[in-house]
Structures are given as structure tokens and as C-alpha cells.
């Protein structure tokens, strides 16, 4: 059961270099179904979300295109990326964009606070710089490219060629972290998760730290260093502070420390930077570290990672225009283990959309409120003596409810979704075994009938509760059919059986409608 605390849970912010695509709209829906729970829990819970809009890829992209960064980052943000909080449904409580006053101000006066304690020096670096990854590269971030780019070295992520940099720069003393960081690893195992990324993360620190060159004097496109307008801020730098800006470091003290530290999800090509340098950084500062740094997955299209540059990204409405937005959740966050890459296909979805939300969810319920009408003219029947079967039903709802919510805690959203399902096949079994089409038949078997379609409802608006923040819009639709009290995203997740409501069901037009394929 929840105490009340606060759950801050944020996603990467994202760059405005191009649109989105499935594989940021995964991170997005994982965020938010973590959100809504914790929310429906009872805890004081904050989502947030945004855009990245500063760096040289962003000034190469818009100067490409002939209008200026903020231009760019303006249309961009307008036209495709808050579009994209209403194409998959989500509950963020703030949308940062990092080129509004509240974060640039901040960021400075958070720089100036670890420049004036002593923590950022001038000095010079000359390294391999991916202007895609907005990062400098070690040898062993990059690979021998192919075709145009045979004989070069080229990024491992974006297999496009590296650019040699000399700058003189300012650097954060970031190497004097490594036995704090370390320390913290050890301290609290799962500040980073999954273990596979935890082990990648201690393997990067014990091999030593470098100190990280956080400004640029090349181009303009950023966040002026406070004590030297000729430098903007390492994107990095930048960006990683929109966890603290967004929630009042810097203006307000009381909100900051009411909602930080965060649950931060990341891909895994980002773990370094949050799992290394932003808890180096809050150490620097003073202020506490986040809660966790969780580095899921890639979603893989053809064996490769999503990517637009390589033709593999898909974007979010081609799914959603056909099977709607709550398939989309439910099938990224069900199939695909949390934390591990994961391959998508049409097939695939096709094929669990028509098993599992059609046939498994869907049909339950509308069988149970037509049999409802069609036995009891809508009336929910009150129940007689219960069988075994019945309490079977009633375990299989609260322990469905408690299981799911350790997996929550633990961030196994995937897991979290199994338990719930197994009160969904249960209840399918359940009746199948009961037969309530037969027991109608007989007059003598009328009380049996109605416990029967009693314990069938009550199974039903459990689910409608647990399975709200993954399939919000179907949920609210049964909600409304079973006659439950209030907002079914308003219910007690951790109490979801005690659920109550009025005393008829209303009709239920298909949830998730059958979807025929072409050839």
C-alpha cells in the first residue's frame, strides 16, 4: 500500500532534429503508465517530458533547412512532438522545452555555483566528435564504416563518420567523482537497472574518469556560460538539468524539494550520460542524486535499432491510425521484456491485437455485460452461496492486484502486465467452466446464474481499475458500461476489487474491433 510519497518519474527529453518516431513514443508510454499507477496509488506523482533544442546538431539541421534554431525548434515542437502526447495518450504533468527562460537561467546559475566552489577549470581538448550523439567518441565507440563511408571511422550508433575537434574549452572536474560514483553503485545496487546496464555503468567508472569538456566557442546555438558569453554550454550539461530546472531548482526551493529526486528512464545509448555524469554533477552542486536510472531497450526494425537516418523509423500514427492508441501501449509494454532490445513487427502486433485485446480482453467484456442485459435486463444480480470457483476468481483479483504492483516497483512493467492478465484468462476460463448460457435454461439454477454473473462483473471492474494506465481509453469505456463510481483512472489501484459502482451496466460497443488485413 502506498504512503503517499512522491514518485517523480521523467523520460530523456528529446532532440528537435527530426520527428518521432516508435522507439521515442516507447520511453514516453512506459513513463506514463508508471505515472498513472503511482498516481492511482495514491502517491504524489509528477510525469515529465519535453524537447532538447540546443547543440550544433540542431543549428546544422535548421540552417540546412534556412530558418534559424529557434524557428526550427518552434515548428518542430508545435507540429510533431506535443502532437505526439495526444497520438499515444499521455498524462505528462510538465513538457520542458530547454529553450525556455526557466531552464536557461537556471542552468546558469547552477553552472556559476560549481565554477565559483571550484569544480570547472579552463583547458583544452582535441578528440573524435559525433555531432549526432552531440559527444566526444573513444576508440571503442567507433567502428570501420561501409559504403560511402568505407576507409573512415564512423559512430557505432549512427554509422556516420566522426569530426576531429581541438577547442579550448571550460571542463567539470568530473574525474574527481569516480570513488563517490562507485561508492553509490555499491551503496544502492539498484540505482542503476537493469543489472546488465548497472554492470556496463561500473565497468565505464573503474576504468577511470576523464573530466568532462562542458562548453563550446565554435558556434552560438546555446545556453551562455554566465562568465563568458563567448562559450555556449555543452548540450549535455545542458539538457541533463531539465530534471532539476522543470521542478524549481534555482526559483523554488519548496517545489524542488517536493518533488526531486527522480526515477529518470533512458535508452540505453544514453545511460552514460545519466547514470555518470548527471549524478557527478548533483554531487558537485550539493544536491541529491536521483532515485534511479533505469536504461531500457532498443526497439529493433529488421535486426537494427529505429533510427530515421537509416529508413527504420516508423512513426507513431501508422500504428495508431489503424489499431488505436491503447493497442500501441499495451502491445510495446506487454511484448517486449522492460529493459531488454526488442523487435517489432506488423505481424506481431496484428496477431497479439486480435488474441489478447480482441479476443482475450475485449470479448470478456462484452460477453459478461451482454449476458448481463440478456439474463438480468442489466440489472447486476446480487450473489448466492460461492462455489470454490468462485473464490477462486476472487483470489486470482487480489493477487493479481498485489503482484503487479511489486513488479511496478521494480519498474518490470512487462511483468506487471502478465499478473494482471492472468485475472483476464481467468475470468474466460471461469466462464467457460460456469456456462452461464446454460444455466439459464433452468429455472432451478436462477440463484447459481447470478453468482455466477456476479463474480464474472466484480472480476471485470477490477480489471477495468488494474489495467487503466496501460489501456486508458478502453478502460473508461468499460467503466462507463459496468456503471463504476466516479473516473475509473480516480480508483484505488492497490484496492482494485473494492471497487463499487451503480446498479445496472449500460450496452458496450466493441473495445477493440476486429481489424482485417490485406494481402
Known sequence: MSDGSSFFVTTPIFYVNDVPHIGHAYTEVAADVLARWHRQRGDDTWFLTGTDEHGQKILRTATANGVTPQEWAD????????????????SNDDFIRTTEPRHEENVQKFLQHLYDTGFIYTGEY?????????????????????????????????????????????????????????????????????????????????????DLSISRSSFDWGVKVPWDESHVVYVWFDALLNYVTAVGYGQDEAEFERRWPATHL???????????????????????????????????????????????????????????????????????????????????????????????????????????????????????????????????????????????????????????WTLVDGLNGYITEQEPWALAKKPEERERLETVLYTAVRGLGTLAVLLSPVLPKATAKLWTALGGDGAVQDQRIDHAWEWSGAASVAPLEALFPRIETTE
Open 75 to 90: 515548428k518542430l515542437v508545435e507540429e510533431s512532438w506535443k502532437p505526439l502526447l495526444e497520438t499515444i495518450d499521455l
Open 266 to 420: 533512458v535508452g540505453k545509448d544514453i545511460l552514460r550520460f545519466h547514470a555518470v555524469i548527471w549524478p557527478a554533477m548533483l554531487m558537485a552542486a550539493g544536491l541529491p542524486v536521483p532515485h534511479r536510472v533505469f536504461g531500457h531497450g532498443w526497439l529493433l526494425v529488421g535486426g537494427e535499432k529505429m533510427s530515421k537516418s537509416k529508413l527504420t523509423g516508423i512513426a507513431p500514427t501508422q500504428i495508431t491510425d489503424t489499431f488505436g492508441s491503447d493497442a500501441f501501449r499495451y502491445y510495446f509494454l506487454r511484448a517486449i521484456s522492460f529493459g531488454q532490445d526488442g523487435s517489432f513487427s506488423w505481424e506481431d502486433l496484428h496477431a497479439r491485437y486480435t488474441s489478447e485485446l480482441a479476443n482475450g480482453f475485449g470479448n470478456l467484456a462484452s460477453r459478461v455485460i451482454a449476458m448481463v442485459s440478456r439474463y438480468c435486463d442489466g440489472v447486476i444480480p446480487a450473489p448466492g452461496a460461492f462455489s470454490e470457483a468462485d473464490v477462486a476468481i476472487q483470489a486470482i483479483e487480489r493477487t493479481a492486484t498485489a503482484t503487479a504492483s511489486i513488479a511496478i516497483d521494480r519498474l518490470a512493467i512487462h511483468e506487471a502486465i502478465h499478473e494482471v
Open 126 to 210: 582535441e578528440g573524435y566528435y559525433c555531432v549526432g550523439c552531440e559527444e566526444y567518441k573513444q576508440a571503442g565507440d567507433l567502428v570501420d564504416g561501409s559504403g560511402e563511408y568505407a576507409g573512415q571511422r564512423v559512430c557505432a550508433i549512427h554509422s556516420k563518420p566522426v569530426e576531429l575537434l581541438h577547442e579550448k574549452n571550460y571542463f567539470f572536474k568530473m574525474s574527481a567523482f569516480a570513488e563517490q560514483l562507485l561508492a553509490l553503485y555499491e551503496e544502492r545496487p539498484d540505482f542503476v537497472q537493469p543489472e546488465s546496464a548497472r554492470n556496463e555503468v561500473l565497468a565505464f567508472v573503474r576504468s577511470g574518469l576523464d
